[in-house]
């Protein structure tokens, strides 16, 4: 499943709102049985992304840093 939300945010808004917004949707999927990637993207090109792989499934759209990212621990690039 792909999900986008766009927003009128402002930028600053966005800078704001990621980190609550990540925390929400990864307490949600935390309490699933399922394997999941995050990533948030704002106008200003930051990246929040959180991610909780499984062994037996191959997350499409993952880069290589993005599976480094421990899983339970969000990120802020840029």
């Given at each position: 499943m792909d999900i986008r939300i766009v927003s009128s945010l402002t930028a600053d808004d966005e800078r704001l709102m990621a980190p609550v917004?990540?925390?929400?949707?990864?307490?949600?999927?935390?309490?699933?049985?399922?394997?999941?990637?995050?990533?948030?993207?704002?106008?200003?090109?930051?990246?929040y992304r959180d991610n909780r792989p499984d062994d037996d499934m191959e997350l499409l759209y993952a880069s290589p840093?993005?599976?480094?990212?421990?899983?339970?621990?969000?990120h802020l690039d840029s």
């Open positions: 917004l990540l925390k929400a949707i990864q307490q949600t999927l935390d309490s699933l049985p399922i394997a999941y990637l995050v990533r948030l993207e704002r106008s200003d090109a930051g990246i840093a993005t599976l480094e990212v421990p899983a339970s621990h969000a």
